[in-house]
């Protein structure tokens, strides 16, 4: 367990810096690019959502995400506030991201402001768990997040079992949506579209095995 997950030191130093990772050993300055990169994708992800979602009835299969109103902190600000407090890893945001991606693909989930916040919250806790060292309880997460500590602690037994308890994340995994973030930065591009990361093909199969799979195009 621990760092022993993911091997950052076979991901490209180039792309690992350019992302705002640091190498092993190194620590982290200021806040990484990582996290204005992903919290794009996702209100991008949820904004074309909602408004598709005003010609078409989407029926998510877990409603146990959703809020009864949309948090006031915008998603930035959450990724932020996360970082902030919870002390994890900017490695652990991807890996966060990679499993809001499998879970929206295994479950036909669409991220809208109701349930992102939440899928943020319990995808980052997940990924402290499994590829940290260190890590806080339910119960901190819990403040950080702004839900009470059983609530977190449904939503994560929930997470696990839409992933199928499938958290392995694997070095060709993890260095291909790096590329596919580094690809978005180099082209300044705001995701004005459904990011489509080719290749990206984890070590476990599922009914949405493609050869070209969506991120985040729910």
């Known amino acids: 367990m621990g760092t022993l ?79 902030k407090y919870a002390g994890c890893s900017p490695s652990c945001f991807l890996v966060a991201y990679i499993y809001v991606d499998r879970f929206v693909q295994q479950t036909d989930v669409h991220l809208t402001s109701l349930n992102v916040h939440r899928l943020l919250i319990t995808s980052v806790l997940v990924a402290a768990k499994f590829i940290d060292d260190a890590f806080f309880n339910n119960a901190y997460y819990a403040r950080v997040g702004g839900v009470s500590t059983a609530e977190l602690n449904r939503l994560e037994m929930s997470f696990l079992f839409g992933l199928d308890f ?45 050869q070209c799979a969506p991120t985040i195009s729910r």
């Open 5 to 83: 997950a993911i091997d950052t030191e076979c991901v490209d130093s180039d792309i690992y810096r350019a992302l705002g990772f640091k190498e092993l050993g190194k620590g982290v300055v200021g806040t990484p690019r990582i996290l204005s990169l992903l919290s794009s994708l996702l209100e991008e992800s949820v904004q074309r959502n909602e408004m598709e979602s005003e010609t078409v009835n989407f029926k998510d299969n877990v409603a146990m995400f959703h809020g009864l109103r949309a948090p006031t902190i915008s998603i930035q600000h959450y990724i932020d506030r996360i970082f």
């Open 166 to 210: 499938r958290l392995q994340v694997t070095v060709n995994t993890f260095q291909r949506y790096c590329c596919q973030l580094q690809k978005e930065c180099w082209e300044g591009n705001q995701i004005e579209r459904p990011i489509r990361a080719c290749g990206i093909k984890d070590s476990w199969p599922s009914k949405s095995d493609t």
